[in-house]
């Protein structure tokens, strides 16, 4: 058995222990380094000699993802392995790439210890200094260092690392991400000066009762300890010393610096003091509920892969945190240690996750899983070792978490006895534990609103929904009421949202790839792009609604007052404004633990009025800046004055070719054909959408679609020209006899057509619909919109709490959200009225009676069905509105529960009216 199929996780390397900043000289290896891919293992180890020539070779930069820079090609599983399940044995094909980087001896390491640091390889690795083998290492997201201090020679040295894509490590690596081999982490060399720092382990409590820190840290040799901010100098380390300070927590995280010095070294360190505990299954920190508002993060960039440049890193923090989320779990796997520094400093709550998962075992019924199997209990233990020891320092970790997906055994249960004996300040986290055996918190995935309820109202450990609300294409639906019943259960620790970004690739072709678009032959398609930020970042009307959930403040409007109550944290930094749709502004003086303020005078409008609350930034903070909005909510002052009818007693009149009826003109059979000098296509029922990711995984789509609902035909059986105009039609898919009446009712208005749109199910339709809608073609002409309900952003019945009432305007291209594939998007809910006009300001208005949904776009709902990718979708020979008097809702489907029953949507009798008036 050779160390790539081997069990045993390394061989030659040092102990772990946590990531320290000292003033040990270091130098960074990180840059250009010489490359060769091979499709084997079976290659000559020649190539680790200093005087082996190179020079034919290509560069790589290091860190990074050789598939990403032309050698091979990423692939994208979510469970399946993409080999034979036949642990320990990786494939035979097992693409290998050596790696060569020659560097200069600083002046004076020469005989001296040093140390030799790889921080992420992917997923195996073999060294060799100046020719001598320093021994392998598996792990991939996890830290290694080797001893190498005998080893350098002054002048230069040749470091020379044989990369394999797979071993026996992949089978506990299946992590639903893109399989990317490669150094992708930093590389660099430490010297060890004589009496340094090995290793620091910083303690520090806070008791809310009495306001005190205790600090201790342990250092394997004797050292002191200084932290200026709170007035301790060159105190012993082993020693517990109890201070008054401020807590550390998410909402105000307060860091001391410190030293800790021994003769040799001085490593400087960020302390930060909290308690976590669990009373009466509550889990607490510093005493208080602790409210998790999260996300799950997997290290991505859509160029650079897993290998992060540290602004990325810093901006994931700021958008998380003016996104109002306060807490990440580091799905599936230690981030890099950058990231957790930055969630120490700019507080983040961080569930911290071993680089571990087997899921792809439970496609074989589990059988020979590693979790339960002796032969790798050494490498579960090396890998919660080195995730622990590594990240031990950091206040923002209030949980460890053991891996994901891996079902549960021995091996599980041993890591988290060894990780309770080495840390017992922090509670252990693992979902695959159902009985809750070897962890403290209860964890579950997916579960429904019903399940959450039933779980938080029952006496047990904490809840924590690790996985829930996800975000796969449009949606997450329902997120409100999972917020509410976390705000409603103290048992109920909260949740993370899957996940942060999208995992799309940039491709020359598609724009962004998934599974599939490089040829793998087995993949999971568009289950990567599943994330709350596109793949440029760019916040998605997920995010938006997730900042609107997650909001740590309340407002509540009863008769004339506005009671607000901070959720988390306290109002002392923020400061309340209200806004009148005129511009008129004024501010709520409330104290810091808020209060209920009278609301300012109703102005006199006969116009439907909005107030809106905002509760803003009172001052800049190191994540957002002075007005920065962290809540909102809105409240209707006046109710519209209704539409005033006016009849100016305009009849339809039959023409030779059709029927004229004031700005319209209609054929024979009564269908529209023109209105106000444009050509306009009739309005037509529709029942179908373009299916979204929830509705595809739901198979709600195949529901849709075996009932004909996305190819209706539609019939003209009675034309009624009189002083209205009414077509009475027959919408019915083929292959049925079920079908729908639908009488089309038209009336003069002011300037304008009244359109009734009455519609009557005929037989039994006892599955929901998607839409109840009726669709226009217009002019391609037409592309500026204008409307007076949600916006700016796309809603849905169970989405959109980010939408505020307002007029807005858009393009009918900036109306489309643009999901990596193609899906159902774009509408706008609670639509009073709209515009469409061309460049000109000429067109058509629709007035709701009294409200629609509103969709825009240049493209037909079987088009956008149709394309895998944005750049298949190609704008047709007009622009497609649709008016709709009900819609489907999204959920969350894709993974976990479907659409709530009141967001449902099923045929019924309905009669739904609009005014179209031309502009």
């Given at each position: 058995?050779s160390?790539?199929?081997?069990?045993?996780?390394?061989?030659?390397?040092?102990?772990?222990?946590?990531?320290l900043?000292?003033?040990?000289?270091?130098?960074?290896?990180?840059?250009?380094?010489r490359?060769?891919?091979s499709?084997?293992?079976?290659?000559p180890?020649?190539?680790?000699?200093?005087?082996f020539?190179?020079?034919?070779?290509?560069?790589?930069?290091?860190?990074?993802?050789?598939?990403l820079?032309g050698?091979?090609a990423?692939?994208?599983?979510?469970v399946?392995?993409?080999f034979?399940?036949?642990?320990p044995?990786?494939?035979?094909?097992n693409?290998?790439?050596?790696?060569?980087r020659?560097?200069?001896?600083?002046?004076g390491?020469?005989d001296?210890?040093?140390?030799?640091?790889?921080?992420?390889?992917?997923?195996?690795a073999?060294?060799?200094l100046?020719g001598?083998?320093?021994?392998?290492?598996?792990?991939?997201?996890l830290?290694?260092?080797?001893?190498?201090?005998?080893l350098?020679?002054p002048?230069?040295?040749?470091?020379?690392?044989?990369v394999?894509?797979?071993?026996?490590?992949?089978y506990l690596?299946?992590?639903?991400m893109?399989?990317?081999?490669?150094i992708?982490?930093?590389v660099?060399l430490?010297?060890?000066?004589?009496?340094?720092?090995?290793?620091v382990?910083?303690?520090?409590?806070y008791?809310?009762?009495?306001?005190?820190?205790?600090?201790?840290?342990d250092?394997?040799?004797?050292?002191t300890?200084?932290?200026?901010?709170?007035?301790?100098?060159?105190?012993?380390?082993?020693?517990?010393?109890?201070?008054?300070?401020s807590p550390w927590?998410?909402?105000s995280p307060?860091?001391?610096?410190?030293?800790?010095?021994t003769?040799g070294e001085?490593v400087?360190?960020?302390v930060g003091?909290r308690?976590?505990?669990?009373?009466d299954?509550?889990l607490?920190?510093?005493?208080?509920?602790?409210?998790?508002?999260g996300?799950?993060?997997?290290?991505?960039?859509?160029?650079?892969?897993r290998a992060?440049?540290?602004g990325?890193?810093?901006?994931?923090?700021l958008?998380?945190?003016r996104?109002?989320?306060?807490?990440v779990?580091?799905?599936?796997?230690?981030?890099?240690?950058?990231?957790?520094?930055?969630?120490?400093?700019?507080?983040?709550?961080?569930?911290?996750?071993?680089d571990?998962?087997?899921?792809?075992?439970?496609l074989?019924?589990?059988?020979?899983n590693?979790?339960?199997?002796?032969a790798?209990?050494?490498?579960?233990?090396d890998?919660?070792?080195?995730?622990?020891?590594?990240?031990?320092?950091?206040?923002?970790?209030?949980?460890?978490s053991?891996?994901?997906?891996?079902?549960?055994?021995a091996n599980?249960?041993?890591m988290?006895?060894w990780?309770?004996?080495?840390?017992?300040?922090r509670?252990?986290?693992y979902?695959g534990d159902?009985d809750?055996?070897?962890?403290d918190?209860?964890?579950?995935?997916?579960?429904s609103h019903?399940e959450?309820?039933?779980?938080?109202?029952t006496p047990?450990?904490?809840f924590?929904q690790c996985?829930?609300?996800h975000?796969?294409?449009?949606g997450?639906?329902?997120?409100?009421?999972?917020?509410?019943?976390?705000?409603?259960?103290?048992r109920?620790?909260g949740?993370?949202?899957?996940e942060?970004?999208?995992?799309?690739?940039?491709?020359p072709?598609?724009g962004y790839?998934?599974g599939?678009?490089?040829?793998?032959?087995?993949h999971?398609?568009?289950?990567?792009i599943?994330?709350?930020?596109?793949?440029d970042?760019t916040?998605?009307?997920?995010?938006?609604?997730?900042?609107?959930?997650?909001?740590?403040?309340?407002?509540?409007?009863?008769?004339?007052?506005?009671t607000?109550t901070?959720?988390?944290?306290?109002?002392?930094?923020?400061?309340?404004e209200?806004t009148?749709?005129d511009?008129?502004t004024?501010?709520?003086?409330l104290?810091?633990?808020?209060g209920t303020?009278?609301?300012?005078?109703?102005?006199?409008?006969a116009?439907?009025t909005?107030?809106?609350?905002?509760a803003?930034l009172?001052a800049d903070t190191?994540?957002?800046?002075?007005?920065h909005?962290?809540a909102?909510?809105?409240h209707r002052l006046?109710?519209p004055?209704?539409?005033?009818?006016?009849?100016?007693?305009v009849?339809?009149?039959r023409i030779?070719?059709?029927?004229?009826?004031?700005?319209?003109?209609?054929?024979?059979?009564?269908?529209l054909?023109?209105?106000?000098?444009?050509?306009?296509?009739?309005?037509?029922?529709?029942?179908?959408?373009?299916?979204?990711?929830?509705?595809?995984l739901a198979?709600?789509?195949?529901?849709?679609?075996?009932?004909?609902?996305?190819?209706?035909?539609?019939r003209?059986?009675e034309?009624?020209?009189?002083?209205?105009?009414?077509?009475?039609?027959?919408?019915a898919?083929?292959?049925?006899?079920?079908?729908v009446?639908v009488d089309?009712?038209?009336?003069?208005l002011?300037?304008?057509?009244?359109?009734a749109?009455?519609?009557t199910p005929?037989?039994?339709?006892?599955?929901?619909i998607a839409?109840?809608?009726?669709?226009?073609?217009?002019?391609?002409?037409?592309?500026r919109?204008?409307w007076f309900?949600?916006?700016?952003?796309?809603?849905?019945?169970d989405?959109?709490?980010a939408?505020?009432?307002?007029?807005?305007?858009?393009?009918?291209?900036?109306?489309?959200?643009?999901?990596?594939?193609?899906q159902?998007?774009?509408?706008?809910?609670g639509?009073?009225?709209?515009?469409?006009?061309d460049?000109?300001g000429?067109?058509?208005?629709?007035?709701?009676?009294?409200?629609?949904?509103?969709?825009?776009?240049?493209?037909?709902?079987t088009a956008?069905?149709?394309?895998?990718?944005?750049?298949e979708?190609?704008p047709?020979?007009?622009?497609?509105?649709?008016?709709?008097?009900?819609?489907h809702?999204?959920g969350t489907?894709s993974c976990?529960?479907?659409?709530?029953?009141?967001?449902e949507?099923f045929l019924?009798?309905t009669?739904?009216?609009v005014l179209?008036?031309?502009?």
């Amino acid at each position: 058995m050779s160390y790539h199929d081997d069990y045993a996780p390394s061989s030659g390397t040092r102990a772990p222990r946590a990531a320290l900043s000292s003033d040990a000289p270091r130098l960074d290896l990180s840059g250009d380094w010489r490359f060769r891919l091979s499709s084997t293992v079976d290659v000559p180890d020649d190539f680790a000699a200093p005087e082996f020539d190179d020079s034919g070779w290509d560069t790589l930069p290091v860190p990074s993802h050789w598939p990403l820079h032309g050698y091979g090609a990423p692939a994208y599983t979510n469970v399946v392995y993409p080999f034979p399940v036949d642990p320990p044995h990786p494939p035979e094909r097992n693409p290998t790439g050596d790696h060569r980087r020659e560097f200069e001896l600083p002046d004076g390491w020469a005989d001296t210890a040093t140390v030799l640091r790889f921080d992420g390889v992917d997923s195996c690795a073999r060294v060799w200094l100046n020719g001598t083998e320093l021994g392998f290492f598996t792990g991939s997201r996890l830290p290694t260092e080797f001893d190498v201090g005998p080893l350098l020679r002054p002048g230069r040295n040749v470091l020379a690392v044989r990369v394999h894509q797979w071993s026996a490590a992949s089978y506990l690596e299946d992590q639903d991400m893109w399989w990317l081999p490669g150094i992708f982490r930093a590389v660099t060399l430490q010297r060890r000066p004589a009496g340094g720092l090995d290793d620091v382990f910083v303690h520090a409590d806070y008791d809310h009762t009495t306001g005190l820190g205790t600090l201790r840290v342990d250092t394997p040799v004797p050292a002191t300890v200084s932290v200026p901010g709170l007035g301790l100098a060159a105190l012993p380390t082993g020693a517990p010393v109890t201070v008054p300070v401020s807590p550390w927590s998410a909402e105000s995280p307060t860091l001391y610096d410190a030293t800790v010095t021994t003769v040799g070294e001085t490593v400087r360190l960020r302390v930060g003091f909290r308690t976590v505990s669990i009373v009466d299954g509550v889990l607490l920190v510093n005493g208080e509920p602790l409210a998790l508002r999260g996300v799950n993060r997997h290290e991505f960039h859509t160029e650079h892969g897993r290998a992060l440049p540290r602004g990325t890193m810093l901006d994931d923090v700021l958008a998380m945190k003016r996104h109002n989320i306060n807490a990440v779990r580091t799905s599936h796997y230690p981030p890099d240690s950058a990231f957790l520094d930055l969630c120490d400093e700019y507080g983040l709550w961080v569930v911290d996750e071993c680089d571990l998962e087997t899921h792809g075992f439970e496609l074989v019924g589990w059988r020979n899983n590693p979790s339960d199997d002796p032969a790798w209990l050494a490498s579960y233990l090396d890998r919660m070792r080195r995730t622990v020891e590594r990240d031990k320092n950091h206040p923002s970790i209030v949980l460890w978490s053991l891996g994901n997906e891996s079902h549960t055994g021995a091996n599980l249960a041993a890591m988290a006895d060894w990780t309770r004996d080495r840390d017992p300040s922090r509670p252990v986290h693992y979902e695959g534990d159902a009985d809750c055996s070897y962890v403290d918190v209860y964890s579950r995935m997916y579960a429904s609103h019903a399940e959450t309820d039933e779980i938080g109202a029952t006496p047990g450990k904490p809840f924590v929904q690790c996985e829930y609300a996800h975000a796969m294409g449009n949606g997450p639906g329902g997120l409100v009421e999972y917020v509410e019943l976390f705000d409603r259960h103290p048992r109920c620790a909260g949740g993370f949202v899957w996940e942060w970004i999208d995992h799309g690739l940039r491709h020359p072709e598609h724009g962004y790839a998934y599974g599939g678009d490089f040829g793998e032959p087995v993949h999971d398609g568009n289950f990567v792009i599943d994330g709350l930020l596109f793949p440029d970042r760019t916040p998605s009307p997920g995010l938006l609604d997730v900042k609107k959930v997650y909001e740590p403040v309340r407002f509540a409007f009863a008769d004339d007052t506005l009671t607000v109550t901070p959720k988390r944290g306290d109002l002392s930094g923020l400061r309340v404004e209200w806004t009148m749709p005129d511009g008129t502004t004024g501010e709520f003086d409330l104290p810091a633990e808020g209060g209920t303020v009278p609301l300012p005078p109703v102005p006199e409008t006969a116009e439907e009025t909005w107030l809106t609350v905002r509760a803003v930034l009172a001052a800049d903070t190191p994540w957002a800046e002075r007005g920065h909005e962290v809540a909102w909510a809105q409240h209707r002052l006046c109710d519209p004055a209704g539409l005033r009818e006016h009849w100016p007693g305009v009849r339809p009149s039959r023409i030779e070719d059709g029927i004229t009826f004031g700005p319209g003109e209609f054929d024979r059979t009564g269908r529209l054909t023109s209105f106000a000098g444009f050509p306009v296509g009739t309005p037509r029922l529709e029942l179908w959408r373009a299916p979204t990711d929830n509705d595809r995984l739901a198979r709600l789509h195949d529901t849709w679609t075996a009932n004909g609902l996305h190819r209706l035909t539609h019939r003209v059986d009675e034309v009624v020209v009189g002083q209205d105009l009414l077509a009475r039609t027959r919408v019915a898919p083929a292959g049925t006899d079920r079908g729908v009446r639908v009488d089309y009712d038209w009336k003069s208005l002011r300037d304008g057509l009244l359109l009734a749109v009455h519609v009557t199910p005929e037989g039994e339709w006892p599955e929901p619909i998607a839409t109840l809608a009726v669709s226009l073609s217009l002019p391609p002409t037409l592309d500026r919109v204008r409307w007076f309900g949600k916006g700016p952003g796309e809603s849905y019945p169970d989405t959109g709490s980010a939408a505020r009432i307002d007029t807005f305007e858009s393009t009918v291209d900036d109306m489309q959200t643009p999901y990596v594939r193609p899906q159902e998007n774009g509408r706008r809910g609670g639509v009073r009225w709209a515009t469409v006009t061309d460049p000109s300001g000429r067109g058509l208005r629709i007035t709701g009676l009294p409200l629609f949904g509103l969709t825009v776009r240049r493209w037909t709902p079987t088009a956008l069905a149709d394309a895998r990718h944005p750049t298949e979708l190609v704008p047709g020979p007009t622009v497609e509105l649709t008016l709709d008097a009900g819609h489907h809702g999204i959920g969350t489907a894709s993974c976990g529960p479907g659409t709530l029953p009141d967001y449902e949507l099923f045929l019924s009798e309905t009669e739904f009216t609009v005014l179209l008036e031309p502009v």
